[in-house]
Antibody, heavy 123, light 106 residues
Framework: EVQLVQSGAEVKKPGESLKISCKGS????????IGWVRQMPGKGLEWMGI????????RYSPSFQGQVTISADKSISTAYLQWSSLKASDTAMYYC????????????????WGQGTLVTVSS | DIQMTQSPSSLSASVGDRVTFTCRAS??????LNWYQQKPGKAPKLLIS???TLRSGVPSRFSGSGSGTDFTLTISSLQPEDFATYYC????????FGQGTRLEIK
């Protein structure tokens, strides 16, 4: 059974750093893309970026480039999303999701999703 | 970046109604269009990929159509469990989402 299990909720102060995780199981982690999606309170879904754990090829949405870092450790089937200096506006639910590799340099739809990690940034 | 626009932003309907959601891309995306359903407090669920391919386990009352820039998601006969928010997403380049359509009970 394919599963993506995310790390637990976090409460942080502005300026602090944070790294959240997404562990895949039940499939070949290295051969599927893992994407990250933000959902601010009461708002819609925003694609942040995506990584191919097999070779760490990483793409970012222009809206999130330079704001976050996406990484992966294929040896432990885990992808990460990290911030170096959080802002109150980073308060949101963050989802990881799996996408197939289309062998065209791009990826397919998100077929499996993690349960989400709630990040709250408040002084 | 390709922009995705959904309409309407919200919709009220009754059990048994036929409803249609629309999604428009800012440029042609061929059939690289996906539809998701999200219920409050839950992760999104993939309903339809490649504009019209119903995913395994998704009821046949859901259907998708379109290509190029204009796409639709139709629910043929609304069930109580269908009241949720629906998002389209292009996977032609990057993975932009539309802003969502909230389906509410009339």
């Amino acid at each position: 059974e394919v599963q993506l299990v995310q790390s637990g909720a976090e409460v942080k102060k502005p300026g602090e750093s944070l790294k959240i995780s997404c562990k895949g199981s039940g499939y070949s982690f290295s051969t599927y893309w893992i994407g990250w999606v933000r959902q601010m309170p009461g708002k819609g879904l925003e694609w942040m970026g995506i990584i191919y754990p097999g070779d760490s090829d990483t793409r970012y949405s222009p809206s999130f480039q330079g704001q976050v870092t996406i990484s992966a450790d294929k040896s432990i089937s885990t992808a990460y999303l990290q911030w170096s200096s959080l802002k109150a506006s980073d308060t949101a639910m963050y989802y990881c999701a799996r996408a197939s590799d289309l062998l065209t340099g791009y990826y397919s739809e998100f077929d499996y999703w993690g349960q989400g990690t709630l990040v709250t940034v408040s002084s | 970046d390709i922009q995705m626009t959904q309409s309407p932003s919200s919709l009220s309907a009754s059990v048994g109604d036929r409803v249609t959601f629309t999604c428009r891309a800012s440029q042609s995306i061929s059939s690289f269009l996906n539809w998701y359903q999200q219920k409050p407090g839950k992760a999104p669920k993939l309903l339809i990929s490649s504009a019209s391919t119903l995913r395994s386990g998704v009821p046949s009352r859901f259907s998708g159509s379109g290509s190029g820039t204009d796409f639709t998601l139709t629910i043929s006969s609304l069930q109580p469990e269908d009241f949720a928010t629906y998002y389209c997403q292009q996977s032609y380049s990057t993975l932009t989402f539309g802003q969502g359509t909230r389906l509410e009970i009339k």
